[in-house]
Nanobody, 124 residues
Framework: QVQLVESGGGLVQAGASLRLSCAVSGRTFGTRAMAWFRQAPGKEREFVAAISGRGTSTNYADSVKGRFTISRDNARSTVYLQMNSLKPEDTAVYFC?????????????????WGQGTQVTVSS
């Protein structure tokens, strides 16, 4: 099992940008698909974005497509989520997740390691 630590959340106004980081421990980072999920109060945890182990394939939820970008730096064992044009509906706790597989999935069951989450709050 790997350990993940998210950072970069905060309180911003609508239209602003944030970059979330997820530092990952372990020796198999470069072979693991990584993903970001988010959960708002009273809502189910939902898929946001994912990236394959080599970083050659990405996937995004329709709600964030065109605004968010997931990337990874395997040399630094870090995955990022660049969030632009933030909306109040983006307010949630954002979680980083690691999969034992190289191919990404949208289902959270495919991910075996999770960070503790970082709060993102977007005011109108």
């Amino acid at each position: 099992q790997v350990q993940l630590v998210e950072s970069g959340g905060g309180l911003v106004q609508a239209g602003a940008s944030l970059r979330l980081s997820c530092a990952v421990s372990g020796r198999t980072f470069g072979t693991r698909a990584m993903a970001w999920f988010r959960q708002a109060p009273g809502k189910e945890r939902e898929f946001v974005a994912a990236i394959s182990g080599r970083g050659t394939s990405t996937n995004y939820a329709d709600s964030v497509k065109g605004r968010f970008t997931i990337s990874r730096d395997n040399a630094r064992s870090t995955v990022y989520l660049q969030m632009n044009s933030l909306k109040p509906e983006d307010t949630a706790v954002y979680f980083c997740a690691a999969s034992p597989l190289s191919r990404w999935y949208e289902n959270r069951a495919a991910y075996d390691s999770w960070g503790q989450g970082t709060q993102v709050t977007v005011s109108s």
